[in-house]
Nanobody, 127 residues
């Protein structure tokens, strides 16, 4: 059974860095898309970045140049990372990883297209 589990969230000062991880257990698909979303009460859930199984990545304008998404394809599990640099107060949110395992399509930053979700990890940026 596929399971996504995030970790690595925490509190950091503005301008600092943090890396969050997401382990996709029992992930056997070879054609897929994975993404990071974040959610706040004010903005709801918004897409941050996504990456395809071939390694191509895209970012939301708000994080471009500061965040980097990457994949580590292990033997048993696949791990998704989000390296966050130059963090801003506005980056404070619950961060969720998402995955889609269909062929020939990637939902990108469209949250409705993903069929697997983690439970989230909180990132808090303070001044």
């Amino acid at each position: 059974q596929v399971r996504l589990a995030e970790s690595g969230g925490g509190s950091v000062q503005a301008g600092g860095s943090l890396r969050v991880s997401c382990v996709a257990s029992a992930w056997t698909s070879t054609s897929y898309c994975m993404a990071w979303f974040r959610q706040t009460p004010e903005k709801g859930r918004e897409g941050v970045a996504f990456i395809g199984s071939g390694g191509n990545a895209r970012y939301a304008d708000s994080v471009k140049g500061r965040f980097t998404i990457s994949l580590d394809k292990g033997n048993a599990d696949t791990t998704l990372y989000l390296q966050m640099n130059s963090l801003e107060l506005e980056d404070t949110a619950m961060y969720y990883c998402a995955a889609y395992n269909g062929r020939g399509y990637c939902p990108g930053l469209n949250r409705s297209g993903y069929n697997y979700w983690g439970r989230g990890t909180q990132v808090t940026v303070s001044s």
